[in-house]
């Protein structure tokens, strides 16, 4: 059974960082794209940022470029989205996804599990 739980959410004023965990079982980390995506209240999921297999290539939505960074330590089957200089605008439940194969990757109909999501609240 495939699990991804996600923690370290929570309330950060603006400017502040937090950093999101995601820890894997159940699958072969190392097989897997991840991914971070967040929802906002009366939005669509939104892609976040993505790290590709065995610690390969990292993308970023435009939004978060130069803010946050994705990385995956595969011995501890863990994922993580270090995030600096967070804005009111990040304020959503960020989740985190597994993905066996994808040619878009920032898109979730390519992922094949999902955490739970934590929620992210940024104060202005």
């Known amino acids: 059974q495939v699990q991804l739980v996600e923690s370290g959410g929570g309330l950060v004023q603006a400017g502040g960082s937090l950093r999101l965990s995601c820890a894997a079982s159940?699958?072969?980390?190392?097989?897997?794209?991840m991914g971070w995506f967040r929802q906002a209240p009366g939005k669509e999921r939104e892609f976040v940022a993505v790290?590709?297999?065995?610690?390969?290539?990292?993308d970023y939505a435009d939004s978060v470029k130069d803010r946050f960074t994705i990385s995956r330590d595969n011995a501890k089957n863990t994922l993580y989205l270090h995030m600096n200089n967070l804005k009111p605008e990040d304020t959503a439940v960020y989740y985190c996804?597994?993905?066996?194969?994808?040619?878009?990757?920032?898109?979730?109909?390519?992922?094949?599990?999902w955490g739970q999501g934590t929620q992210v609240t940024v104060s202005s």
């Open positions: 996804a597994a993905s066996n194969w994808c040619t878009q990757c920032n898109q979730g109909a390519y992922y094949d599990y």
């Open positions: 790290i590709r297999r065995r610690g390969g290539n990292t």
């Open positions: 159940g699958l072969t980390f190392n097989a897997y794209t």
